[in-house]
């Protein structure tokens, strides 16, 4: 006898799981998903009964959220393996033991057959974020299976879920599960030095998103005037300036951001003088300075937590794309970025070509930009490729 309820999906809905989608939606179920609680586990079987896959209760569209596609127990077995399988494939990737990039995203959501979940690596530190009250439940036999997986190279595991649960879980605080503060928050990538801040900071406190698109920056700021807006603590900003930028000026509407973006530009190179930050909203910046760049990046926050604020996002991409148009010199370049999961490739360029007609400039896309290797896409779930990139150069 099974460990879980069943909850029966209506006659022809169960091709998605047999596809290994991750997410099962409430009109798909034949039972009423409110008489479970949320968070539980539940194993989805066919209409007549045969076992799909075993995920957690969520009260929403999206009723299920998949764990596995074997009829198995979630106990701390489950995500040593879980995490044990991530790992190795970091490790693969180059990223275990590497002396110039101590920092990766060890578990990416559905990405990695978790949906939900998020872990990065911090040179010792693993950052939890929780998304869903499913996750957090099981936060003590996560925290276990990173201990026994990671074994002397985990300093400590902090979490960072208050934020991402939305009030879902009363009782949920951020603060260190394993270990505590003394653990360093200095991490390197690409051999250039952060301080992380992932108990106030952003997201887990570092974009490690960006690394390969800071990487490439790198390769064209030699000599060049570079514009980093929406720079939080200055990822974009460091490459540029290592990397021989004549001048590198970064704005951020965050005045934390920007004291701790100022320490990383001091942290890599702490003689130099051409550098300039500002703690001001982008737009406020482009209508208070007609100053021309060679290089421009444009790295907005997600404009679109959701499908209804889809329109209204792309307006807002539209806008912002305009009024970087107008600050690039002739024959210079724009990085320009979208992290709205909800907002496609196709639409995402669609919004940039608009802007540059209305901008009357012309346009050449010279690559085109995505997510690194540690935030991996499951190939039945293409809603996991939130990352668009552009780097256009600009007549």
């Known amino acids: 006898m099974s460990l879980y309820q069943s909850l029966a999906l209506k006659g022809g809905k169960e091709r998605s799981l047999q596809r290994f989608h991750p997410w099962v939606f409430s009109g798909a179920l034949q039972n009423e998903i409110k008489k479970t609680a949320e968070g539980e586990i ?41 995490i044990e399988n991530c790992y190795e494939i970091r490790r693969a ?61 985990l300093k400590a595991v902090f979490n960072k879920s208050s934020e991402t649960l939305h009030g879902a ?23 250039f030095q952060f301080k992380v801040d992932w108990q106030t900071g952003q997201k887990t406190g570092f974009f490690l998103d960006q690394r390969d698109n800071r990487a490439l920056l790198g390769h064209y700021s030699k000599g060049k005037d ?6 939080y603590t200055g990822g974009f900003s460091v490459y540029a300036l290592m990397n021989g930028a004549k001048q590198v000026d970064s704005v951020d509407v965050s005045k934390n951001a920007i004291t701790l973006l100022n320490e990383n ?20 910046y482009f209508k208070l300075h007609d100053k021309l760049y060679d290089l421009l990046i444009l790295d907005p926050p997600a404009f679109a937590k959701n499908i209804g604020a889809k329109h209204n996002a792309l307006m807002g991409y539209k806008r912002l794309n305009i009024e970087g ?40 896309v010279i690559h085109r930009l995505t997510q690194p290797a540690d935030h991996p896409v499951n190939i039945f779930h293409p809603e996991g490729e939130y990352l668009k990139g552009l780097v256009l150069f600009v007549e």
């Open 42 to 82: 539940v194993r989805i079987t066919d209409s007549k009964g045969n076992f799909l896959a075993t995920g957690y209760v969520q009260h929403g569209s999206i009723a299920v959220r998949i764990l596995s596609f074997i009829d198995e127990a979630i106990d701390v077995n489950f995500w040593i393996r879980k």
């Open 93 to 153: 990737l180059g990223f275990v033991n590497n002396a110039e990039t101590n920092c990766y995203r060890l578990m990416h959501g559905e990405g990695d057959g978790v949906s939900g979940l998020i872990i990065d690596f911090y040179n010792g530190t693993a950052v939890i974020q929780c998304h869903t009250s499913g996750i957090y439940k099981h936060l003590p036999l996560i925290t276990e299976a990173l201990v026994h997986v990671l074994k002397d190279d």
């Open 169 to 191: 879980v009363e009782e949920a605080s951020n603060g260190f599960v394993f270990g505590d503060g003394s653990a360093t928050n200095l991490v390197k990538e690409n051999g």
């Open 226 to 231: 570079v514009l980093n807006t929406f720079a």
């Open 265 to 284: 530009m001091l942290l890599n190179n702490s003689q130099a003088d051409n550098f300039n930050s500002e703690a001001i909203d982008t737009f406020s």
């Open 325 to 364: 148009f107008k600050k690039v010199k002739p024959g210079g370049l724009m990085f320009t970025f979208s992290c709205s999961q909800v907002v496609d490739s196709h639409t995402f360029n669609q919004t940039i070509l608009s802007a540059a007609i209305e901008s009357n400039r012309k346009v050449k």
